[in-house]
T-cell receptor, first 116, second 111 residues
Framework: GAVVSQHPSRVICKSGTSVKIECRSL??????MFWYRQFPKQSLMLMAT?????????EQGVEKDKFLINHASLTLSTLTVTSAHPEDSSFYIC????????????FGPGTRLTVL | GENVEQHPSTLSVQEGDSAVIKCTYS??????FPWYKQELGKGPQLIID?????GEKKDQRIAVTLNKTAKHFSLHITETQPEDSAVYFC??????????FGKGMKLTVNP
């Protein structure tokens, strides 16, 4: 149980284009989803927290107009990297929780984004 | 806000040895402490967690201890195997708030 999937697993795009990454909870309803970014040999950095049906809460320093997050249903959240640049190349990981009183999160397999 | 420190950053052991990873946290209100294993190119996988109302938890070869007074918690892996090689992250959170991660430790288990 508690399986989270991401699609695509890896994507290569040209600078200036937009890329959408999907995060799905497969066997539970995720009241909260989180988006992280991880650079090589570094820890996970939280980008934003989203609750179904409401606007995402972005961490300090994360541009909300560049990283668009939509959490339209209890099983799907999307992250769109707009006007991607090479410095946006990273490993993007989502996680989901079903709102227990403790913040137990289940992580997806990640999406490797390479911007040329 | 919460700050989580993790050490060592790398550890190399022989197969069959034990490995210990230590983390400290700063906010005494933190009450949830998960440990994640991340293999290369994959997402983190929860391997064990502990909540502030217990001091120790064990699951087969893995155990976690929590010292609330000292604000530190540790992961113990016994009888290590090559497939235990990965990066391990500790994290801490206050009820219903975001996880704060340590910087990770790369464990290498040599056959």
């Amino acid at each position: 149980g508690a399986v989270v999937s991401q699609h695509p697993s890896r994507v290569i795009c040209k600078s200036g284009t937009s890329v959408k990454i999907e995060c799905r909870s497969l066997d539970f309803q995720a009241t909260t989803m989180f988006w992280y970014r991880q650079f090589p040999k570094q820890s996970l950095m939280l980008m934003a927290t989203s609750n179904e049906g409401s606007k995402a809460t972005y961490e300090q320093g994360v541009e909300k107009d560049k990283f668009l997050i939509n959490h339209a249903s209890l099983t799907l959240s999307t992250l769109t990297v707009t006007s991607a640049h090479p410095e946006d190349s990273s490993f993007y990981i989502c996680s989901a929780s079903y709102g227990s009183s403790y913040n137990e999160q289940f992580f997806g397999p990640g999406t490797r984004l390479t911007v040329l | 806000g919460e700050n989580v420190e993790q050490h060592p950053s790398t550890l190399s052991v022989q197969e069959g040895d034990s490995a210990v990873i230590k983390c400290t946290y700063s906010d005494s209100a933190s009450n949830y402490f998960p440990w994640y294993k991340q293999e290369l190119g994959k997402g983190p996988q929860l391997i064990i967690d502990i909540r502030s109302n217990v001091g120790e938890k064990k699951d087969q070869r893995i155990a976690v201890t929590l010292n609330k007074t000292a604000k530190h918690f540790s992961l113990h892996i016994t009888e290590t195997q090559p497939e235990d090689s990965a990066v391990y992250f500790c994290a801490a959170s206050i009820r219903s708030e975001k996880l704060v991660f340590g910087k990770g430790m790369k464990l290498t288990v040599n056959p």
